[in-house]
């Protein structure tokens, strides 16, 4: 059973950085294809990237292309998102999600998350 | 440019069923072939209830349903309950390994 543990709310200035952790247990984070989904106040779902295990490549969201990277610690199975040049509309809940995630026969990719973390507060102020 | 269009909110009193459509479009064709769906309880991490357009993940009520017609997928469920409250997303791969999200739509049981 795979377990997601994220960091702790946090609060920062817009122009700053964030950097969110997502501890696996249960399961052996390089065998994982790793997302990050964020929610903002009153907004849906918003997919921010994730590593497709097939090309072995990150793939980002244009819309954060530039502000976002996403990094593993496989000695501590723990995945980071870190998103740059904070703004007010990047407050959110961001989530890491993982599951399956494979390429159909035409070489088309599909799958889903089956598991989230409990998700990470993070608030843009001045 | 591809998007997955959700009524914004949908209603129903227990006991019935209600639908969720899912409307596709873009200009890649294979976009839209995989979709999944998710129920969100406010507070909550969100949860699987339909991938691969039909299939139920073990342990999901089999009051959840999905299906899908040309550019449209649906969510049904069936006997609606009041912990069926939620927001519902559906979700799909495009051909670029991009994921989009629908805009989720409000299930209120009345």
């Known amino acids: 059973q795979v377990h997601l543990v994220q960091s702790g709310a946090a609060v920062k200035k817009p122009g700053a950085s964030v950097r969110v952790s997502c501890k696996v247990s249960g399961y052996t984070l390089s065998k994982l294809s790793m997302h990050w989904v964020r929610q903002a106040p009153g907004k849906g779902l918003e997919w921010m990237g994730g590593?497709?295990?097939?090309?072995?490549?990150?793939i980002y969201a244009q819309k954060f292309q530039g502000r976002v990277t996403m990094t593993e610690d496989t000695s501590t199975d723990t995945a980071y998102l870190e998103l740059s040049s904070l703004r007010s509309e990047d407050t959110a809940v961001f989530y890491c999600?993982?599951?399956?995630?494979?390429?159909?026969?035409?070489?088309?990719?599909?799958?889903?998350?089956?598991?989230w973390g409990q998700g990470t507060l993070v608030s843009v102020s001045s | 440019q591809s998007a997955l269009t959700q009524p914004a909110s949908v209603s129903g009193s227990p006991g019935q069923s209600i639908t969720i459509s899912c409307t596709g479009t873009?200009?890649?064709?294979?976009?839209?072939?995989?979709v999944s769906w998710y129920q969100h309880h406010p507070g909550k991490a969100p949860k699987v209830m339909i991938y691969?357009?039909?299939t139920r993940p073990s342990g999901v009520s089999n009051r959840f349903s999905g299906s899908k017609s040309g550019n449209t997928a649906s969510l049904t469920i069936s006997g609606l309950q009041a912990e069926d409250e939620a927001v519902y997303y559906c979700?799909?791969?495009?051909?670029?390994?991009?994921?989009?999200f629908g805009g989720g739509t409000k299930l209120t049981v009345l």
């Open positions: 691969d357009v039909s």
């Open positions: 590593f497709d295990p097939e090309d072995g490549e990150t």
């Open positions: 979700s799909s791969y495009t051909g670029r390994s991009t994921l989009i």
């Open positions: 999600a993982t599951g399956i995630y494979y390429r159909d026969n035409s070489g088309y990719p599909r799958g889903y998350f089956d598991y």
């Open positions: 873009s200009s890649d064709a294979g976009t839209f072939m995989y």
